[in-house]
């Protein structure tokens, strides 16, 4: 078969036989040896722009593989500075990675995945929330033309935290991702991703420990471990990190700290033996604080305990149990994102 004769999927395809079925005869045909000097005097005008091959645009006769609907398209970890509101009103900026994506028809070769920067680009100077999101979204549907889109605004987050004893004072970092969905038939879902870095001290331990030294005599410490509740909220009206910092504190205590004097060290050394918990206690005691709140509607715990006894982390995974909701079905890549960092 000659390579006339091979079908536009075939890898022979001439780039000649691509330009002419997309372009036409005018510019394909206008092909000249390529010269190796930059071009400083090219005007590009709008005949030029449209002699330009656009081979994502192009006929369905172009798609490889199977001509399948795909979910998701788009592009990751673009990042730029965008300012967030805060919970007393004042706000922020933050760099911020984002992860946008729309969903593709089986008919289309492809997107234009410049359009997606473009569009988030047109919001860069407004003040971001999860409520914001949604007109970004709208933009997205619009310029690309699609069913689905869904955008992820991944930061790290600062808040205030007092020492417990000395009263310092440091800027806690928190790892936080907000999402939005918006469908085809215009729902839109706004969620939170965050990280609470906590300490978890073994109970079994703790009672190990108290036994030697009661019978024995044996001085003892008992093991304890840096630990990641990843905590993924799905809710109704606006929800600040701020809230979520408070309610897994409220839960686990046992926050992670940031500038320590001694008289600090010992209060944690106490906070620690106060509130002693396995993993399993630790994503039960979120459930009990997440369920309570009435403008969460679903929700998933992730918690690992990077042991510092075993060489292997303990996991749990822990949902609402909403229909349609969150799933306890976690990647690896999820759990080894929770482990240490």
Sequence with gaps: MSNQEQTHGSPAVTKDVVAREIMGEKYSNSYAPPIRIYDRELTVNEEYISSLPDLQNGPSSLIQ?????????????????????????????????????????????GINMSRIMRSFYAH???????????????????????????????????????????????????????????????????YIHFDFIYSSACPCSFELSEHAEKYRNRATVPHSQRSVARVSVNFNEILWVEDLQELCLAALQTETQVIVKREDEQAFAEMNASYLKFVEDAVRLLFE??????????????????ESLHSHNAVSVIVKGVENGFTAGVARDVFESTGLR
Excluded: W
């Design 289 to 306: 604080k997440l369920n309570n709140e009435p403008n969460i509607k679903d929700f998933r715990i992730i918690a690992s305990h990077n």
């Design 65 to 109: 593989g199977a001509p399948v609907a795909i979910q998701q398209v788009g592009i990751h970890n673009f990042r730029l500075p965008l300012t967030y509101k805060k919970r007393d009103g004042s706000t922020i900026e933050l760099e911020t990675s984002v992860t946008g994506s729309v969903s593709l028809e089986a008919h289309k070769k």
């Design 124 to 190: 860069k100077d407004e003040t971001f929330s999860t409520n914001k999101i949604k007109d970004v979204l709208e933009t997205y549907k619009e310029n690309l033309m699609c069913f689905d889109s869904r955008i992820m605004l991944k930061i790290s987050y600062p808040i205030r935290q007092k020492s417990l004893r000395s009263d310092l004072e440091g800027y806690q970092y928190y790892d936080v991702v907000f999402e939005g969905n918006l469908t085809k038939e215009g729902d839109f879902e706004k």
